[in-house]
């Protein structure tokens, strides 16, 4: 069975720093595109940083400048490197992927972690 498992998140002061891990694991051919999204009550999911291949990320602009999204292949883990933190980071964090389970490109399907909650106090 295929999971993401995350990890890393937690409470700190505004400005202070926080590194979220994601791993794939269980069976599969290959993980593709991994990224970050985060949630807050009441509101819709939305993407943090994507992964835009060949080692490319897109960051959402309110992030741009203090977050970094890394990813380790060999591992097949995705990090989200969060400085500067602000009260506004405050959310609950999800890793996806596009992981493709057999050798068909068809059969290819985006999973999701477990939510790991950040909050950042003023």
């Known amino acids: 069975q295929v999971q993401l498992v995350e990890s890393g998140g937690g409470l700190v002061q505004a400005g202070g720093s926080l590194r979220l891990s994601c791993a794939a694991s269980g069976r599969f051919f290959s993980v593709n595109a991994m990224n970050w999204y985060r949630q807050t009550p009441g509101k819709q999911r939305e993407l943090v940083a994507a992964?835009?291949?060949?080692?490319?990320?897109n960051l959402l602009d309110s992030v741009k400048g203090r977050f970094t999204m890394l990813r380790d292949s060999a591992k097949n883990t995705v990090y989200l490197q969060m400085n500067s933190l602000k009260p506004e980071d405050t959310a609950v964090y999800y890793c996806n992927a596009k992981i493709q389970t057999t050798r068909s490109p068809y059969s290819s399907s985006d999973y999701w972690g477990q939510g790991t909650q950040v909050t950042v106090s003023s």
């Open positions: 992964d835009t291949g060949a080692g490319s990320t």
